[in-house]
Every structure is written in structure tokens, then in C-alpha cells.
Nanobody, 116 residues
């Protein structure tokens, strides 16, 4: 298991921006770096869905609903993955989780609330 800590969530108005971070403070880089990382979100009463993912080489994929607005990136030296969220919409409201794919480890989640 990889211990992951998300941060950066909060409440913003529609059109605003947030930057989420996911750190793996207790993991050595040889475990963190090779793994794809993902950001998922779960709204109340709904399933957890993929938002964005990034390979160890930096290739990225996005859900259609966030393309052009969200950007995933990673800093392997800091064992951290980021999610820059721009032009936020009320439908982006959810708890956001990061995933270390190789170990299937999840963080505790961070709440994002977007008001209209």
C-alpha cells in the first residue's frame, strides 16, 4: 500500500480555479515513479469516475467532461501529482481522490464545491 495525501480542495464560484495535490510522503521514488497516477471524483449518490490519468512517462488522458479545462501533471522528484482545474462548473462538485495505480492505493479524498 502507498500512503497518499490529497490537498487543495475548497469552495469556489463557477468559473474559478483550484489546484489539487496528491503526495506520497512515505513512499520511495522507485515505487512512486513507475506507476501511472489518476484523479477520480465521486459526487453524492454516484459512482467514482476517472477524471484524468498520467503515465510514468507523462502521457495524459482526460474524461470528456473536463478536456480543455483540467490539466494533470506529476513531479516525480517530489512524489506528487497535481490536478489544475480551471473554468470550474457546478457539476464538477465532488470528492476528488488520487490513485496510485500499481498498488491500487487511494488517498482520503478532498472536497471540491463549485457554486453557481
Amino acid at each position: 500500500q502507498v500512503y497518499l495525501v490529497e490537498s487543495g480542495g475548497g469552495s469556489v464560484q463557477a468559473g474559478g480555479s483550484l489546484r489539487l495535490s496528491c503526495k506520497a510522503p512515505r513512499t520511495i521514488t522507485s515505487v512512486f515513479n513507475p506507476s501511472p497516477m489518476g484523479w477520480y471524483r465521486q459526487a453524492p449518490g454516484k459512482q467514482r469516475d476517472l477524471v484524468a490519468q498520467i503515465s510514468n512517462g507523462g502521457r495524459t488522458d482526460y474524461a470528456d467532461s473536463v478536456k480543455g479545462r483540467f490539466t494533470i501533471s506529476r513531479d516525480n522528484a517530489r512524489k506528487t501529482v497535481y490536478l489544475q482545474m480551471n473554468s470550474l462548473k457546478p457539476e464538477d462538485t465532488a470528492v476528488y481522490y488520487c490513485l496510485h495505480a500499481d498498488s491500487m492505493s487511494w488517498g482520503q479524498g478532498t472536497q471540491v464545491t463549485v457554486s453557481s
